[in-house]
């Protein structure tokens, strides 16, 4: 069973930063994808970023240059460095992994900015 454990969302004034981190346990192989989506009030999940096993990562155009991605292989930990805040990221946002052909998610960690 693959478990995902959130951690770091909260309340920021515009401006602000945040880091999200995950750590998954359970079977999932060496290094496997992993990665952050959000969803936002009234709208659908949206892939943030993602980082693969050997570390190429990818982002959404709105954040890139302002949220980096990483990992820590040994503890199969992901983090989501979020800078420059502004409230239009506020949502709720959920890890992933991905060890093969099927993605298991966290529960969400809520990220709320205000202005």
């Known amino acids: 069973q693959v478990r995902l454990v959130e951690s770091g969302g909260g309340l920021v004034q515009a401006g602000g930063s945040l880091r999200l981190s995950c750590q998954a346990s359970?079977?999932?192989?060496?290094?496997?994808?992993m990665g952050w989506y959000r969803q936002a009030p009234g709208k659908q999940r949206e892939l943030v970023a993602a980082?693969?096993?050997?570390?190429?990562?990818n982002y959404v155009d709105s954040v890139k240059g302002r949220f980096t991605i990483s990992r820590d292989n040994p503890k199969n930990t992901v983090f989501l460095q979020m800078n420059s805040l502004q409230p239009e990221v506020t949502a709720v946002y959920y890890c992933?992994?991905?060890?093969?052909?099927?993605?298991?998610w966290g529960q969400g960690t809520r990220v709320t900015v205000s202005s």
């Open positions: 992933y992994v991905k060890p093969g052909a099927y993605e298991y």
């Open positions: 359970g079977i999932i192989g060496s290094s496997p994808t």
């Open positions: 980082i693969t096993g050997g570390s190429s990562t």
